[in-house]
């Protein structure tokens, strides 16, 4: 079993930043894919940004260029590095982590003021 804890998130104003922490533990072989999803009320869960073992990124459109994933393979963990927030940044962010299967945090809301 493999265990995600998330840490950090919180209410912040427009125009400000955050940053998200995510270590993963237990029986962890290798991981593959770790990164962050996002759910705003009323919406699907969707994808924030990810990143391989080789430091490979992927991001979601509306975060390219604000926000920065980053990843410790030695520590099994994710960070996730988030500015110039904006009001629909708002939602509850989850960490992933893709081994065999995949695993999830119990989510840690981010708050964007406008």
């Known amino acids: 079993q493999v265990q995600v804890v998330e840490s950090g998130g919180g209410l912040v104003q427009a125009g400000g930043s955050l940053r998200l922490s995510c270590a993963a533990s237990?029986?962890?072989?290798?991981?593959?894919?770790m990164g962050w999803f996002r759910q705003a009320p009323g919406n699907q869960r969707e994808l924030v940004a990810t990143i391989n073992s080789g430091g490979g990124t992927v991001y979601a459109n509306s975060v390219k260029g604000r926000f920065t994933i980053s990843r410790d393979n030695a520590k099994n963990t994710v960070s996730l590095q988030m500015n110039s927030l904006k009001p629909e940044d708002t939602a509850v962010y989850y960490c992933?982590?893709?081994?065999?299967?995949?695993?999830w945090g119990q989510g840690t809301q981010v708050t964007v003021s406008s």
């Open positions: 992933w982590v893709l081994t065999q299967s995949n695993y």
């Open positions: 237990g029986s962890i072989f290798s991981i593959n894919r």
